[in-house]
């Protein structure tokens, strides 16, 4: 047995270009569990942060919440292409320029922080996973959960990583469509590093959930920032979900609910007062929340008060709350996550989470809610039954928490196409503003069955006061190369070539 072990920590977590090779200049010696539980906490979580600026350079992927079709930019005064305003140095992601890292406006380069911090809290977990087993002085359910927690955060991390530099999940060509890396090991390795299969990387994150839900099992953890089974069986139904395998994430979703998951009824929700004195979705008091970890972004996004440079609800997504308004329904989901904009009506701010952050208890970057369960459950039910009825009493469930005094659309009809469209307006509807919308857009392109590619606009605004609309940027799911983030430089160049670039960007 070993007496002590090494966690490599301090390079680790700062490394960029080397990012596969561990070694440290600092270490922390840990000679027991508990010291490995706090390696974990230091060094595995994404941490809670409350940012009251936010840059491309901030937590670790802030820009995704700009490319997707729920949102669009605002600008109010005059515009200033040279301002540190926060649509001035997101541009290059909203617009899905083919440098997205280079502002051509401010003059700046920057450096794409998601790929090696994602990769340096795997590092760590590689070491605490195969190291943790050494410890046998310890109790058994003591390593089983520390190696839970670090799986569960692994196949995360991987899921993160392979959503944002690769293609998505394509059953058909996954054999063939790289991914990324994949480094497993807590040893360094004398080689260059090359990308995994799609397929490749599929396997490990499941194999990582599942092994980390059967550690996990039992566990009751006392702060919605640790992991737990629910957690990974939940991430691990949406990761079933890309990869097609309907059975799969149906039975992930059915042991998720049977070990309890509870709905947040929002008819006795409170969406008006002060940020402590009002209900939020992305709050530790809502019993929906089943994990939490990373950035809090939307307080500065969207906010009445933040200037000129800021970003709205795009119009399309505002309507859609209000699609079965001729139904004598009403969607709680427009007063409860949105906040409209003093004398513009009809015009929204996403408003899920407080306006000050420091107040913030839940992150936007990456969270788990009870309500993902219930709609992968539908939408696998969906696919497998083609009557609907299955899935149609799942909506049910969730519709009921979401629409004034529980009167809902008339879905009872609903089956096939239909029934899928309305599951995905569903999606769209519930996590608006929580790192997922990029994500489906992505996978429906590539959907075995009622694909769509969806073409998303998003209005450019230009010098004047008012701003004056200079066109629009246009991207097409699917086949824009833009669908897929480019992996930084500093790994292609260190990796001399055995790393291979993801297709080249068109300029717009």
Not at 42 to 67: C, I, P, Q, R
Not at 80 to 101: D, L
Not at 322 to 328: C, D, F, L
Not at 439 to 457: G, H, M, Q, T, W
């Amino acid at each position: 047995m070993k007496n002590v072990i090494i966690i490599l920590i301090s390079s680790i977590l700062m490394s960029c270009g080397d990012f596969l090779k561990e070694y440290s200049k600092e270490y922390t010696y840990a000679t027991s569990c508990s010291d490995l539980d706090e390696v974990l906490i230091g060094g595995g979580y994404m941490k809670l942060e409350k940012d009251y600026t936010v840059s491309a350079n901030t937590g670790y992927y802030s820009w995704l919440f700009v490319m997707d079709d729920d949102i669009e930019e605002y600008v109010t005064g005059t515009y200033k292409p040279n301002a540190t305003t926060t649509n001035v140095a997101f541009r290059p992601f909203y617009g899905w320029a083919k440098e997205p890292f280079m502002n051509p406006e401010k003059g700046t380069v920057m450096t794409d922080v998601c790929w090696s911090q994602l990769y340096a809290h795997i590092a760590l977990l590689n070491v605490v996973i195969s190291q943790v087993g050494e410890f046998t002085q310890d109790p058994e359910s003591m390593r089983r959960r520390i190696t839970g927690e670090a799986q569960f955060l692994r196949g995360a991390y991987y899921y993160l990583l392979n959503n944002i530099y690769a293609k998505p999940y394509n059953r058909a060509t996954a054999e063939t469509d790289l991914g990324v890396a994949l480094k497993l090991t807590e040893y360094v390795d004398d080689h260059y590093y090359k990308r995994s299969s799609n397929a490749a990387v599929y396997q490990q994150i499941v194999q990582d959930l599942k092994d980390a839900a059967d550690n996990l099992v039992g566990v009751e953890q006392s702060t919605i920032y640790r992991a737990n089974e629910i957690a990974a069986r939940t991430l691990l139904s949406r990761v079933y979900l890309y990869m097609g395998e309907w059975q799969a994430a149906l039975d992930e979703c059915d042991k998720v609910i049977a070990l309890g998951c509870h709905l947040q009824d929002l008819n006795s929700f409170k969406y008006t007062g002060s940020d402590t004195d009002r209900d939020f979705a992305l709050s530790v008091n809502s019993p929906e929340i089943i994990f939490s970890q990373g950035h809090v972004y939307f307080a500065c996004f969207m906010k009445e008060a933040m200037g000129a440079g800021k970003y709205r609800v795009s119009e399309d997504l505002g309507q859609l709350y209000r699609k079965y308004a001729g139904e004598g329904v009403q969607d709680l989901r427009l007063q409860c996550y949105l906040s409209e904009i003093s004398g513009v009506r009809d015009a929204y701010y996403g408003q899920k989470n407080v306006n000050n952050a420091s107040y913030a208890t839940v992150a936007d970057e990456f969270a788990l809610r009870a309500s993902e369960v219930y709609l992968n459950k539908a939408e696998a039910e969906a696919m497998l039954n083609k009557d609907g009825a299955a899935a149609v009493n799942t909506l049910t469930i969730l519709l009921k928490n979401r629409f004034k005094d529980k009167k809902i659309p008339n879905i009872s009809h609903l089956s096939g196409k239909e029934l899928i469209q309305f599951i995905r307006e569903e999606r769209r509807r519930e996590f608006c503003f929580e790192g997922q919308r990029w994500f489906d857009l992505r996978r429906y392109a590539v959907y075995p069955e009622y694909p769509e590619k969806s073409i998303i606009v998003h209005p450019m605004y230009d010098s004047g006061n008012p701003p004056v609309l200079n066109g629009t940027a246009e991207l097409k799911m699917g086949e824009d190369p833009a669908w897929v983030m480019p992996i930084p430089d500093y790994e292609i160049e260190y990796n001399k070539g055995e790393l291979v670039q993801n297709e080249q960007r068109i300029d717009r």
